[in-house]
């Protein structure tokens, strides 16, 4: 069990370019979760994953952003036309159908921290 | 809408001293609440979780807390900090539901 892995770990980009972040989760967890993290504030729920079906997206997730789990594995956050507000840290996580939140919490990675310039 | 209040946003204590953090709730209905610590440059780790039974919940690395439902309250506490205690603190809440409703952070700084 190597935990979450999230990459990059730090990306710095342009206003207006498309960013894509990567999380691969533990590997046996079938459901994937990603939370944005500005500064000064708790992280935020954007989105849910079930194996590949994408369950629940939040209101701060706006069409510029997309969420993929193909084949219900690793999970694919973009971006595109990337503007300031987006700037902050990417968190993903995972559980498994037995370790929901109401059990023992999720196992998070250690995020992908965005830097709009 | 749940939210969750942390009013302590920063707190710089010398080894030894007692923690206390608090967390206030709005939710009328049946939560979980939990809190998670952040050390510097690593990811969020889950301290401790309570669900129902004995209010007085016990954590890793000699934490407690304890879930006052009348004051919607769940107060992080440790008697006695050390300098690897240094971190960020997070208070969580749900109702049951994959969602978290995480608080804002406690930056806590130990002093050697």
């Known amino acids: 069990d190597t935990g979450v892995s999230q990459n990059p770990r730090h990306k710095i980009t342009k206003r207006g370019q498309n960013v894509t972040f990567r999380c691969d989760p533990i590997?046996?967890?079938?459901?994937l979760y990603w939370y944005r993290q500005t500064l000064g504030q708790g992280p935020e729920f954007l989105t849910y994953?079930?194996?590949?079906?994408?369950?629940?997206k939040s209101r701060l997730l706006s069409d510029r952003f997309s969420a993929e789990r193909p084949k219900g594995s690793f999970s694919t956050l973009e971006i595109q036309r990337t503007e300031q507000g987006d700037s902050a840290m990417y968190l993903c996580?995972?559980?498994?159908?037995?370790?929901?939140?109401?059990?023992?919490?999720?196992?998070f990675g250690s995020g992908t921290r965005l830097t709009v310039v | 809408a749940q939210s969750v209040s942390q009013h302590n946003h920063h707190v710089i204590l010398s080894e030894a001293a007692s923690l206390e953090l608090g967390c206030n709730y709005s939710y009328g209905g049946t939560v979980n609440l939990f809190w998670y610590v952040q050390y510097p440059g690593q990811h969020l780790q889950l301290l401790l979780k309570y669900f129902s039974g004995d209010p007085l919940v016990k954590g890793i690395k000699g934490f407690e807390a304890e879930f006052i439902k009348s004051k919607f309250s769940f107060n992080l506490r440790k008697p006695s900090v050390q300098w690897s205690d240094t971190a960020e603190y997070f208070c969580?809440?749900?109702?049951?539901?994959?969602?978290?409703?995480f608080g804002t952070g406690t930056r806590l700084k130990v002093l050697a």
């Open positions: 969580a809440v749900t109702s049951g539901t994959y969602k978290y409703i």
């Open positions: 994953f079930q194996n590949e079906a994408q369950l629940e």
């Open positions: 996580a995972s559980s498994s159908r037995g370790q929901g939140v109401s059990n023992y919490g999720y196992t």
């Open positions: 590997s046996e967890h079938n459901r």
